[in-house]
């Protein structure tokens, strides 16, 4: 779309030959001599218009490529104004200095002024419709391209509205649950009913947070602390949680809950072993630590991270990262500061 179709070689060797035809005819016009077209059209002055419509539409096609090379410290108007006034004045030149090359060295006398003004004028109009062409296909470009950056905006904002949606269900986790109480429900119903407390506890945190920025600390500890019965009650998993912090500070909501919940399903399941989580706190950040036993086929990278991150991204320079201190793998989440005043 942005090269322009005067610089396809097709044109460039066509387009002269029917441009200088029709220059030839409209000489024969203005000078009255329509009647020459009967005893040679194939004559030396049609050879000589084509050639210098080869000539003119050469040379604005690569003025067109100079100019958007150039870069001038200007508006785009000045800078189009530049152009055109220069390629019409310096094509005005070639063609004066051709003419007078023709009738010199061809015919043996000095072209008229009169048959300067008309060659002049008529392919300084076709120079301008080069000019024409070249702005037009700019402005459309330019109107397509901000349609396209659109379209895509759109796309993307779509595609994030449906990722975010997504991690707000969470259908993994709730058909999971959904599966495990119905096994659980046959052997244990006093269990199924605690489990469902537990999954009801969650779900209800999960849709009810997308009206809320930040919550504090200690409210998504209080809904951590519903959600591990319900991943230990998945096959093979064992799960405990160690706090080592006051929870005074905030946090996206939801944050620790997908974090803890990753790290899960990044850790071999076992029954053998309880994977232990110790939450702790620094005078920066807050920082998930444990002993990592991460399942072949995908480790736990700051990639995992990437929708949290780009949350806190809104609030703190800090980044989301994992760090790597054997035998622990921590995950440090900035601590954020919220005026709970500016929001009434």
């Given at each position: ?147 396209v950056v659109e379209e895509i905006a759109e796309k993307q904002q779509v595609e994030e509205d449906f990722l975010e949606f997504k991690r707000g269900v969470n259908p993994e986790l709730l058909f999971e649950s959904l599966e495990c109480l119905l096994v659980v429900m046959k052997r244990n119903p006093e269990k199924a009913e605690e489990l469902s ?148």
């Amino acid at each position: 779309m942005k090269k322009l179709f005067v610089h396809h070689p097709i044109f460039r060797l066509l387009s002269p030959l029917f441009s200088g035809t029709l220059v030839y005819l409209l000489i024969l016009l203005v000078n009255n001599n329509i009647g020459q077209l009967q005893e040679a059209f194939l004559g030396e002055e049609l050879y000589v218009c084509i050639g210098l419509a080869y000539l003119i539409q050469e040379y604005s096609r690569l003025s067109l490529v100079l100019f958007e090379r150039l870069k001038l410290d200007i508006t785009y108007f000045w800078k189009l104004t530049v152009q055109i006034a220069s390629t019409l004045a310096i094509g005005i030149f070639l063609v004066t200095g051709a003419m007078y090359a023709y009738f010199k060295m061809v015919l043996a006398y000095t072209p008229n002024t009169k048959e300067l003004v008309i060659f002049n004028s008529i392919f300084s109009v076709i120079t301008f419709i080069y000019m024409v062409l070249y702005v037009s296909h700019e402005f459309l470009y330019k109107v397509n391209t901000e349609r396209v950056v659109e379209e895509i905006a759109e796309k993307q904002q779509v595609e994030e509205d449906f990722l975010e949606f997504k991690r707000g269900v969470n259908p993994e986790l709730l058909f999971e649950s959904l599966e495990c109480l119905l096994v659980v429900m046959k052997r244990n119903p006093e269990k199924a009913e605690e489990l469902s407390d537990h999954f009801s506890s969650v779900y209800r945190y999960i849709l009810a947070k997308k009206n809320r920025e930040l919550v504090r600390l200690s409210e998504e500890i209080n809904v951590l602390h519903e959600l591990l019965p319900l991943l230990s009650s998945l096959p093979y998993r064992k799960i405990g949680l160690d706090i080592f912090t006051e929870g005074e500070t905030w946090v996206v909501p939801g944050s620790l809950l997908a974090i803890v919940e990753r790290i899960m399903r990044s850790t071999i399941p076992t029954s053998m072993r309880q994977l232990t989580l110790n939450l702790m706190e620094t005078e920066e950040s807050l920082r998930l630590q444990y002993h990592p036993e991460e399942v072949l086929r995908a480790r736990f990278t700051d990639a995992a991270l990437g929708d949290i991150a780009r949350n806190y991204r809104f609030y703190s320079d800090c980044s989301v990262r994992i760090i790597e201190e054997p035998p622990y793998k921590i995950i440090e989440i900035p601590k954020l500061s919220f005026d709970e005043s500016s929001s009434d």
